[in-house]
């Protein structure tokens, strides 16, 4: 085999290598799925919790991640926030899985996900009359969150 062609045999290999690499790279990098199970609250506390008429779940707050807790803290506080471009921001419910309001009625937050590369999938979305939603898959599910639990 000629010197030109080895360094073309090479370097096609290579490339086959790193197209490879990337892809094992993309299927792999994804956080793990959220293990937190709901734990819904009381039909007695049900009624004292804004947003529990959506017909969704109530979970307490102490019972999703911890980062879902230290972003309640940073709304409660006005921040600041670790995404200031995109926490704060309009949630517009494309995927209508909240009561549908006028729009500017939902703000989003980002929980952190621990070892994702970007923002990740965690939510914590706010209503103008007190609800908090959180949603751990990226706006597919929502459960309402008892911030006093």
Aim: charged share 25%; no cysteine.
């Amino acid at each position: 085999m000629s010197p030109g062609r080895r360094l073309t045999v090479a370097l096609v290999g290579l490339f086959a290598l790193v197209v490879i690499g990337w892809f094992v790279k993309g299927n792999t990098s994804a956080p793990p799925p959220e293990t937190t199970k709901p734990v819904v609250t009381s039909a007695a506390d049900a009624a004292t919790v804004p947003g529990a008429d959506s017909g969704l779940e109530i979970t307490a707050l102490s019972k999703l991640p911890a980062e879902a807790g230290a972003t309640w803290k940073l709304i409660e506080s006005n921040g600041p926030f670790p995404y200031p471009r995109n926490d704060g921001v309009t949630f517009e419910n494309r995927e209508k899985r909240l009561p549908q309001r006028k729009s500017g009625y939902y703000k989003e937050y980002t929980v952190p996900t621990p070892g994702s590369p970007d923002r990740g999938a965690r939510r914590l979305v706010t209503g103008s009359e007190k609800e908090v939603f959180y949603t751990g898959d990226h706006y597919s599910t929502f459960v309402v969150v008892d911030v006093k639990k």
